[in-house]
């Protein structure tokens, strides 16, 4: 685990490293529209207004807020003296972080935490493990809706979303990480101290496993990617593409999916490729398809990024 302040000098660095990959998929998005032509593309982006793009905004937003609250709500089942305003600029500023490889630049945020309550970052990374089976259960069982309601089981989507069901138990499931902890440092004989530490923090796991967490912060995820689902479809809706809402909603979920498991930083490339590949699937043409994935991740991956920077200043300043 990284130290508070070899954290700092990390997360400078990796918002570098971000605002650089923000240059990138600029650099990418001016070829992929000198590809598809730019009239086309104009075409297809002056279908929607200034209120359409608001809109759009303010539903990831929503689903902004509604992570934010949820990890306020990781943290009161630590026990850890944090204001909600507090947990929510600690929350938006990891955002910035968000493209680092295997998003590790988000642990920043276990580092302002240790430095407003003291508490070390070993104790509060159970927290990061509960955020992301959180986001990973919710998109897995809203997948299984989807794939029932509209979506269909092609690609193999039922095996996709129950593998993200398992992952998000066994990510959270104290006694089995406690157990491959142990096997681990007997693998290799040494770091005993370091190893008790770690089953010590996975242990707090199951203050995560309780209904009152469980069901709120479940509820809270679920909610939160459906508005990102349906502003999805939305967009869809207003680019003249005729989709159902759950096809909608499946095709963005599996893409979010399956950009993670790419293991690239924000799913970048992954998610784009996929989604493009789904909407083609289902008819729709190759520039529109192009247009619509820009679009959505621009107004939820990049916006959450923007958010992210603007609110990262903020999240240095030692709060309570």
Partial sequence: MLSGSMLFLKSHKDLLF???????????????????????????????????????????????????????????????????????????????????????????????????????????SPMMLGDRAADLAAVALLLLVAALLGLGGAGGVYWVAGLALVLALMATNPRMLAKLITLTWQTLGRGARLFASL?????????????????????????????????????????????????????FLFSMLGGGATGLPGGLGGAEAVMVGLLTLQGVPLDAALVATIIIRITTLWFAILIGIIVFPLAERKGA
């Fill in 18 to 124: 971000g605002l650089g990959m923000l240059a990138l998929f600029l650099v990418g998005l001016g070829m992929i529209i000198a590809y598809t032509g730019w009239e086309d593309t104009r075409a297809a982006v002056a279908r929607l207004g200034w209120g359409q793009f608001g809109i759009l905004f303010v539903l990831s937003l929503g689903n902004y807020a509604l992570r934010a609250l949820r990890w306020h709500l990781l943290a009161r089942a630590l026990a850890l003296r944090i204001s909600l305003i507090r947990n929510a600029v600690i929350y938006l500023a990891g955002f910035a972080l968000t493209i680092t490889p295997g998003r590790v630049g988000e642990l920043v945020r276990l580092r302002w935490i240790k430095r407003d309550t003291g508490i070390k970052i070993l104790q509060s």
């Fill in 199 to 251: 089953r010590r923090a996975v242990r707090q796991l199951a203050l995560f496993t309780t209904p009152q967490v469980v069901l709120p912060v479940l509820a809270l995820s679920a909610i939160g990617w459906l508005l990102e689902g349906y502003s999805f479809y939305l967009l869809l809706s207003w680019l003249g593409i005729q989709m159902g809402f759950w096809m909608a909603v499946g095709i």
